[in-house]
């Protein structure tokens, strides 16, 4: 069993800068992809930025690109995502996951196991 967990949320002003880490009890070495989802509340969790593991190949959403950054190591079996010039909208809930990502790399449906979440606020 894959367990996830996040950690570096908090609250920043617009333009800062944060990174979140998810630790994995597991290397994922039989999933293909890791990636990072966020959520507001009312809302469908979108995908924020993906990687596939094998070739370490990264794809993000349009409106974290140039922004965002995910990377993993695979010695400590922890991914990360760095956020930087945060904006109010990148406010969410922030949450790790991993899967065959069979759908696409975005995709909520194609990742089987999810972290806690931990929270990212941006005040203006």
């Known amino acids: 069993q894959v367990q996830l967990v996040e950690s570096g949320g908090g609250s920043v002003q617009a333009g800062g800068a944060l990174r979140l880490s998810c630790a994995a009890s597991?290397?994922?070495?039989?999933?293909?992809?890791m990636g990072w989802f966020r959520q507001i509340p009312g809302k469908e969790r979108e995908g924020v930025a993906a990687?596939?593991?094998?070739?370490?190949?990264?794809f993000y959403a349009d409106s974290v690109k140039g922004r965002f950054t995910i990377s993993q190591d695979a010695a400590k079996n922890t991914l990360y995502l760095q956020m930087n010039s945060l904006k109010p909208e990148d406010t969410a809930m922030y949450y790790c996951?991993?899967?065959?990502?069979?759908?696409?790399?975005?995709?909520?449906?194609?990742?089987?196991?999810w972290g806690q979440g931990t929270q990212v606020t941006v005040s203006s």
């Open positions: 996951a991993t899967g065959q990502c069979q759908y696409g790399f975005l995709r909520r449906d194609g990742y089987a196991y």
């Open positions: 597991l290397y994922t070495y039989r999933s293909y992809c």
């Open positions: 990687i596939y593991t094998v070739s370490s190949v990264t």
